[in-house]
């Protein structure tokens, strides 16, 4: 049977009670061994673990993965089922058959449903071994006189603790000595030392004379392992700071791009704001660039007039001339301010008919329980979009007069 490496010992326990005719409370796991598959051995704190928990009876609510398992592992599980000596009332009471054959199977499938939304279901096989099942032995129980309910008595079987060795004895020399044993066994080649004599004959070609070297002792060699672990560190050392020049430069780089992204993006909006200043004074369109154009001009006058005043070499005739000409020069200024105001008004005025006539001839947006949403076109907005055609078809600039006639003509009568 298979199941998630998160099935619990009660889902598996409600698995095997699915298959065979055995009461739940009469079943109890126990890991039966070492688990096989590329995922059993992952260190030795979880060996450790796994093993702890296998040398007991697993809980309801212990999993496969508390005692070792993991995905794709296959592993044995021990169950025992434990049968206690029904009452004379129960035996009476129940009809059981003793010839029926009490036999488990060797091993039982079990479907579990995959954890996440839209995976597989996983089959894990579970190894039934029924070999060392003894019967438990009846320890007596008590009825509740209200109820009627039937307790028995029970007994468990906990884990010792693990034996503490005294350090008297536990540092000593037998302790930490191993035991040493002489096997003797075949080498893959056999190998010897021949000496010259007069009776053999010894093939001398492929014989190398080897020499001893300079005696190198422990200080040197030493000095020699100090050498190479020194070359060692450098080059390590070395990559560690060319990783870290990389990071770092990288880092640079970005800073320096975001630098200068930003200084265009400002020196790009200074533009934009530079250009519509200049589009609000050249052609203005709300009050509020009116208000500006209106307090310029206000502002030069006063300049104008303060230069006037404090020229010393005009005379009062002089200056009264220049006044003359400033006031002439505010009034055609203000004169062009009013015809800005007029083409405004006028363009302004086009631009709320188009918006109104666009409004009017949009479809509507119907929202449905759903939550889509619908277009839809009723007879006042088709009309209102052929009278906006008709309007832009008046308005044209090289229309003669039969064709606006013409137009006209659809207008009143469609």
């Known amino acids: 049977m298979s199941f998630h490496v998160l099935a619990a010992a009660i889902d598996i326990k409600r698995a095997i009670a699915a298959e065979l005719p055995i009461p739940i409370e009469t079943m109890a796991l ?17 060996d450790a673990a796994a093993a702890a928990a296998a040398a007991a009876t697993m809980r309801d609510a212990t999993t496969l993965f508390d ?17 206690a000596k029904p009452s004379e009332e129960e035996a009476e009471a129940v009809d059981v058959d003793p010839n029926a054959p009490k036999v488990l199977p060797e091993r039982i499938d079990v479907v579990v449903a995959p954890k996440e939304r839209g995976g597989q279901p996983r089959v894990v096989s579970v190894v039934i071994d029924a070999s060392n099942c003894e019967k438990p032995r009846y320890k007596g129980g008590y009825r509740h006189k209200h109820t009627g309910t039937r ?4 007994e468990i079987q906990t884990m010792r603790k693990p034996r503490e060795w005294p350090k008297d004895a536990k540092f000593t020399r037998d302790t930490q000595t191993t035991e040493a044993r002489t096997r003797t066994i075949m ?37 020699i392992r100090v050498a190479a672990t020194t070359v060692l560190q450098r080059y390590a050392r070395g990559w ?18 975001a630098r200068a992204k930003a200084a265009t993006e400002k020196l790009d909006a200074e533009e934009r704001r530079r250009r519509k200043e200049i589009e609000r004074r050249m052609r203005p369109r709300t009050h509020e660039d ?8 206000e502002k030069w006058r006063k300049s104008e007039h303060a230069k006037i005043e404090s020229d010393a070499s005009a005379d009062d005739a002089a200056k009264a001339r220049n006044k003359q000409l400033l006031l002439r020069r505010e009034t055609k200024l203000l004169a062009t301010i009013d015809r800005l105001k007029v083409t405004a008004a006028a363009e302004n005025k086009d631009a709320r008919v188009a918006r109104a006539l666009d409004d009017m001839s949009t479809a509507k947006r119907w929202e449905c329980d759903d939550g889509s949403v619908v277009e839809v076109h009723t007879p006042f907005t088709t009309r209102a979009k052929e009278l906006q055609q008709l309007y832009n078809g008046v308005r044209l600039p090289l229309v003669t007069a039969d064709e606006v006639r013409s137009i006209l003509t659809n207008v009143f009568h469609p």
Do not use: C
């Open 240 to 257: 560690f700071a060319r990783k870290l020049r990389d990071v770092k430069r990288v880092e640079r780089d970005e800073r320096a791009r």
């Open 151 to 154: 307790y028995h008595h029970a």
């Open 290 to 297: 009116f208000d500006i154009l209106r307090h310029e001009l």
């Open 187 to 223: 080498t893959k080649k056999e190998a010897a030392t021949q000496m010259k004599r007069k009776d053999l004959l010894i093939n001398e070609n492929r014989d190398a004379f080897v020499s001893a070297g300079r005696y190198v002792d422990s200080d040197e060699w030493h000095a």
């Open 67 to 83: 005692v070792g398992v993991r995905p794709g592992d296959e592993a044995e599980l021990e169950l025992v089922v434990e049968y």
């Open 30 to 46: 126990k890991a039966a061994g070492a688990v096989e598959g590329a995922g059993a051995v992952e260190g030795e704190g979880e």
